[in-house]
């Protein structure tokens, strides 16, 4: 028999203020719950029948103690609502400086991608003390990403990105589980994640190596699918600029606007006549559905927000033609790794 | 109240009398009979799902998967779910008691609908053949939740079966609300306004509300898995164009309010038990009425709160555990009345007695629990883990089939004509209780270190709780194999029973035990309140 553990790993910044929620309602319930039993028990012995003929004083009822205890509950309630809401917001929000890390779910693995390029099945290593941001998709049914110490948890869902962030703050090896059950071998779609001191998971990036970042398998990838004959870096083209995209706000026809992030550039590869662009009446674009997979997809994604606004803090060559280049620096980590030599992105 | 009481002789039939031979059941339209099948069907299924948790709490009790394999694994939760909610839990307490007794407590003869009674049980027989059918040939291995596109595309098992026989039997449960409905606003006897109708009754009429209201929802819901299983029509799956978490949010706005079809009337067995076993009227019984009610109703906005990690806005998810936390309201309220009742009575520890306060208990804690899941940040961990197993647990099993069996054995008397043996039936009520805890007490700290549900293996560190769970199990299939055999036994020598033996109150009271066929020999005329102990006390021979 295996020795009994009572209290989870508490390694994330959220995870504190989930421990203190949880036993403040732990305090709450037992002191409730107790007081009722102790009450139920005390009086079942202290007005225990006395004779088999015995007929008790009726009591009707209060409409005082009624409301009395229809109104506390309700107000100790609303606070468990206020921290719960509270809590969730700050787990559900990611901070906008996050290391993003994309994952792909499948019957019965979960497949990670840097941005640097490393790959990795079944674990995720991250540095300690900043923020990570997962962007999360399934090849097949709903998986969901469940890491117990850093008390966070998201579904991952098919055709859709979901996201899950959290900064975990003590080194260490923790359970992931899948929480979704996803089919015969959903107990076996467990991993673990790594989480280190920064120098060491900076050294476990280089070591790890790779075929370049992300971002310029993305590029590849953009002129292997022939999406650079008609998106032209220089706003040439006759489909729209993606340079400078990336979180932008995109006007629709019919007077909408949507925000120009993961989602949207993934639903306009796969389904680009979904949501016509203001300016762009007729789609000329084919549907790629059925021949990019979801890995694929989130490395043009990747190169998407590479050369997104934020392109501007990258180092880049002065000259603005439209060839753009990644990776030239293999398998370095941070955000050098992703050199951009292009067109100068478009501010917001 | 003037209802003759005769004292059953020989010559006296009743209902279990006045007819013999096996046609006499099967075409019979007597509401206590019909109310007999369903209770030696439900009782069959429950063992069946019985089995299917046996089974899993042995595979569970070490990591790995050394027992089954995990595809049986997935088999056994997924059957034991199905037969468990909509084959046991569903249909226990109100096709079983609320079809014996409430014509009875309303001085009817029978419900308004006798034929479509008797048609609802055969309803409900042909679905529950068709599931089991389907899980001979192979089973079903989805989880009784169905979620797509996992139950539309990618499972190989007999999805279209298992749901097809939960549809047919959807029926059942349509039919019977609409019969109660129409009972309870039809056939009260003279003088019975709705505030004085006992509290049993008020809770099956809230529970019939959602049973026509909300079972369509899942009829649709299970077409259309099966449309799209079949003709591969896209409504779910992404692959085909659907939206996997519109069946989410389609099947919990059926399956939420089936929360509350399954614990209404185990509150409605409670409020009887407890005001009969203190001999006091229920305190506060407008707002325990009006509890019941509002349960009914608001438990058709909360579905949302299966799905706080589903991806859904933070928005929706925050309206959602708002008005979760408010369903939670008039559950407390009944909670508080039944325990103030106790106050000043007159407390016996009769069997039933035990039952309900054992009841109380546990439902206190299933309830509190749900404040956990409620409460937005904090279900992100705990959801989806064996934290939320251990919380419906406590509500269904240490809720429902708690109140079931103190129900059973507080009208055994009036249903079999007999007595059971008091000795025996107090230790299975202690043992059911200690087993309970036993089994689901160790699976909230499990769903609090992490482990996530419906795992066939699982890391060692969780295994000393697991260990826990299935001897606790084990202790608690004993408890409740002890009713089933004691209860044939008394059927047949029990001591012989007096038409009122606990002095209770109600109208199902002053009629002989077992009933005539029906129910009544004048209708009675009810001038009081119900519980008006002191109305009846001279009757009742109280002083």
Same mark, same amino acid.
């Given at each position: 028999m295996n020795s009994l553990q009572l209290l989870p790993q508490t390694a994330s910044t959220v995870a504190t203020e989930w421990n203190w929620l949880f036993w403040m309602l732990v305090a709450v319930c037992f002191l409730v719950?107790?007081?009722?039993?102790?009450?139920?028990?005390?009086?079942?012995?202290?007005?225990?029948?006395?004779?088999?003929?015995?007929?008790?004083?009726?009591?009707e009822g209060n409409i005082k103690i009624e409301a009395t205890w229809s109104i506390i509950p309700f107000v100790i309630?609303?606070?468990?609502?206020?921290?719960?809401?509270?809590?969730?917001?700050?787990?559900?929000k990611p901070p906008v400086n996050a290391r993003e890390i994309y994952v792909v779910a499948k019957q019965w693995m979960w497949k990670l991608q840097y941005q640097t390029g490393q790959r990795e099945i079944n674990t995720l290593h991250v540095p300690i003390g900043e923020p990570i941001r997962l962007v999360m998709t399934s090849q097949d049914v709903i998986h969901s990403f469940f890491i117990p110490a850093f008390r966070v948890k998201q579904d991952v869902l098919p055709d859709r990105y979901t996201t899950l962030w959290f900064e975990a703050t003590k080194p260490g090896k923790y359970h992931l589980f899948c929480a979704e059950y996803c089919g015969t071998k959903h107990s076996g779609m467990i991993g673990w994640v790594y989480a280190m001191?920064?120098? $060491?998971?900076?050294?476990?990036?280089?070591?790890g190596g790779s075929e370049g970042s992300l971002a310029s398998t993305g590029e590849k990838l953009f002129h292997q699918f022939g999406c650079a004959n008609c998106h032209h870096f220089d706003a040439s083209?006759?489909?729209?600029?993606?340079?400078?995209?990336?979180?932008?706000?995109?006007?629709?026809?019919?007077?909408?606007?949507?925000?120009? $992030?993961? &989602?949207?550039?993934?639903?306009?590869?796969?389904?680009?006549?979904?949501?016509?662009?203001?300016?762009?009446?007729?789609?000329?674009?084919? &549907?790629?559905?059925?021949?990019?997979?979801?890995?694929?997809?989130?490395?043009?994604?990747?190169?998407?927000?590479?050369?997104g606004p934020g392109a501007a803090a990258l180092p880049r060559s002065s000259s603005g033609t439209s060839n753009v280049q990644f990776g030239q620096q293999k398998g370095i980590a941070g955000p050098g790794a992703t050199s951009i030599s292009g067109s100068r992105p478009k501010d917001r | 109240m003037s209802t003759v009481v005769k004292i059953p002789t020989a010559e006296t039939p009743n209902y279990l009398t006045e007819e013999r031979g096996i046609l006499s059941w099967l075409l019979t339209t007597d509401h206590k009979r019909i109310g007999l099948l369903y209770l030696a069907s439900v009782t069959f299924?429950?063992?069946?799902?019985?089995? !299917?948790?046996?089974?899993?709490?042995?595979? #569970?009790?070490?990591?790995?998967?050394? #027992?089954?394999?995990?595809?049986?694994?997935?088999?056994?939760?997924?059957?034991?779910g199905i037969i468990m909610v909509w084959f046991f839990l569903i249909p226990s307490i109100p096709n079983t008691l609320g079809n014996f007794l409430i014509p009875m407590m309303i001085g009817a003869k029978d419900l308004a609908y006798p034929k479509l009674n008797l048609a609802s049980w055969y309803i409900y027989m042909f679905g529950g053949i068709v599931?089991?059918?389907?899980?001979?040939?192979?089973?079903?291995?989805?989880?009784?939740?169905?979620?797509?596109? !996992?139950?539309?595309?990618?499972?190989?098992?007999?999805?279209?079966?298992?749901?097809?026989?939960?549809?047919?039997?959807?029926?059942?449960?349509?039919?019977?609300?609409?019969? !109660?409905?129409?009972?309870?606003?039809?056939?009260?006897?003279?003088?019975?306004?709705?505030?004085?109708?006992? #509290?049993?009754?008020?809770?099956?009429?809230?529970?019939?509300?959602?049973?026509?209201?909300?079972?369509p929802i899942l009829a649709v819901v299970l077409l259309m898995i099966a449309v799209e299983r079949i003709f591969q029509v896209g409504i779910f799956s992404a692959s085909l164009g659907g939206d996997p978490v519109l069946f989410q949010h389609m099947f919990w706005f059926y399956s939420h309010p089936a929360v509350y079809i399954m614990v209404l009337p185990g509150m409605a067995v409670i409020s009887e038990l407890v005001a009969a076993f203190s001999r006091k009227r229920i305190f506060g019984y407008t707002f325990v009425a009006y509890a019941s009610v509002s349960i009914a109703v608001i438990g058709f906005l909360v579905w949302g709160h299966h799905m706080f990690v589903a991806g859904t806005s933070v928005y929706s998810a925050m309206y959602f555990s708002l008005l979760s936390y408010a369903v939670a309201v008039p559950s407390a309220i009944k909670v508080f009345n039944w325990t103030a009742t106790l106050y000043k009575g007159s407390i016996s520890w009769?069997?039933?007695? #035990?039952?309900?306060?054992?009841?109380?208990?546990l439902f206190t804690i299933g309830g509190m629990t749900g404040l956990f899941l409620a409460a937005l940040g904090v279900d992100v961990h705990v959801t989806d883990t064996y934290f939320v197993v251990a919380h419906f647990h406590y509500i269904m099993v240490g809720g429902t089939i708690m109140a079931f069996l103190g129900g059973m054995h507080y009208w055994w008397p009036k249903i079999s004509g007999r007595m059971y043996p008091e000795g025996i039936s107090k230790l299975s009520a202690l043992t059911v209780f200690l087993g309970f805890n036993l089994t689901f007490f160790p699976q909230?700290?499990?769903?609090?270190?992490?482990?996530?549900?419906?795992?066939?293996?699982?890391?060692?560190?969780?295994?000393t709780l697991h260990v826990l769970s299935t001897a606790g199990a084990t202790i608690l299939g004993a408890g409740y194999l002890m009713p089933l055999i004691y209860f044939f036994w008394s059927w047949h020598y029990g001591p012989i029973a007096p038409p009122n033996p606990w002095r209770a109150t109600g109208l199902e009271w002053r009629t002989p035990s077992p009933p005539p066929k029906h129910n009544f020999e004048v209708t009675p005329v009810v001038t009081q309140k119900a519980y008006d102990y002191d109305a009846m006390k001279e009757e009742l021979g109280l002083v």
């Open positions: 719950a107790s007081g009722i039993a102790i009450v139920l028990v005390y009086w079942a012995f202290r007005y225990h029948r006395k004779s088999e003929n015995e007929l008790p004083p009726q009591i309630f609303l606070g468990m609502f206020g921290w719960g809401a509270h809590l969730y917001v700050r787990i559900e001191e920064p120098q $060491d998971f900076q050294r476990w990036l280089e070591e083209g006759r489909c729209p600029l993606l340079t400078g995209l990336y979180g932008t706000e995109v006007h629709l026809i019919g007077g909408k606007t949507v925000v120009a $992030d993961e &989602t949207y550039i993934r639903e306009k590869i796969l389904h680009p006549r979904g949501q016509p662009i203001e300016g762009y009446l007729e789609s000329v674009m084919p &549907t790629f559905a059925g021949q990019v997979s979801e890995e694929q997809l989130l490395a043009l994604v990747s190169f998407i927000k590479a050369i | 299924f429950f063992f069946i799902g019985g089995i !299917f948790a046996l089974l899993m709490r042995l595979e #569970l009790a070490t990591p790995e998967t050394d #027992l089954v394999s995990p595809h049986t694994y997935n088999e056994l939760f997924s059957m034991h599931a089991l059918y389907s899980m001979a040939r192979g089973g079903v291995d989805t989880g009784w939740t169905f979620y797509t596109p !996992f139950s539309t595309i990618y499972s190989n098992t007999y999805v279209v079966g298992a749901a097809l026989g939960i549809f047919i039997s959807g029926f059942a449960s349509i039919l019977t609300g609409l019969n !109660f409905i129409a009972t309870i606003h039809c056939m009260r006897a003279p003088g019975l306004t709705w505030f004085k109708l006992p #509290l049993f009754v008020w809770s099956h009429y809230a529970t019939s509300i959602i049973f026509v209201l909300a079972t009769d069997t039933p007695m #035990l039952y309900a306060i054992g009841f109380i208990g909230f700290v499990l769903g609090y270190l992490g482990m996530p549900r419906r795992y066939a293996a699982y890391p060692p560190e969780f295994q």
